[in-house]
């Protein structure tokens, strides 16, 4: 799969996107969802990746390796949010290699898991997923909320035009969408291995005011900020 052109560099935070090819559905059933939950864990490591059964008649264990003994993860992955035909990932880099190839292991993992699961030949993805950069304050203040904020695409796109009426509603909304680390950040036990959320954390102030405080988002979003995002 195609790569963008872009020098990685370490210890610096990035904007993953990816769609399918087309626009494609990429998660048609919950197993799809859970299973690329899986693979956001077993395909953030160095070492070769065995657990990759593809689980048609069980659910994959999350996590395989609790304590992480024998894991050597490629990068830190800070926040995630599948949608039906496409991902958001917010990866923290250790090193200049670790994106490009835990981002490759994933997509090449999970569309061999799709392609056999659902009898779908050819190409998953699009050709060259997003990378983005956070360089500066203005990107880093709100890229967790708008990660987290994209499955309120399903009921109300409006949300983007900072039209949200009853921003409550929404948070409770994105409350019980399972498929993101935002039930992890609010303290709600979800996937809580997948995400290193420690960093956040500190930044919103821990996880009872990072609840109000997407709500408080929602509500005084001023729609240039989010506009200058540019990446969608």
Known sequence: MATPKREIESDRIYHIINRGVENRVIFLSDKDYLRFVHDLYEFNDENKSYNVGYFFNKTPAIPIDPAGQYRKVMVKILAFCLMPNHYHLLLKTLNKNGLYRFVHKLNTGYAKYFNQRHNHAGVLF??????????????????????????????????REGKIKN????????SNYKWSSHLDYCGVSNFPSITERNFLLKVFGGSKKYRKMIENWLQEMKIEEVGNLNLE
């Open 126 to 159: 699009q050709g060259r997923y997003k990378l983005v950069p956070i360089v500066n304050e203005s990107h880093f203040v709100h890229i967790p909320y708008y990660i987290h904020c994209n499955p309120l695409d399903l009921i109300a796109s409006s949300w």
């Open 167 to 174: 921003p409550k509603k929404a948070v409770e909304f994105l």
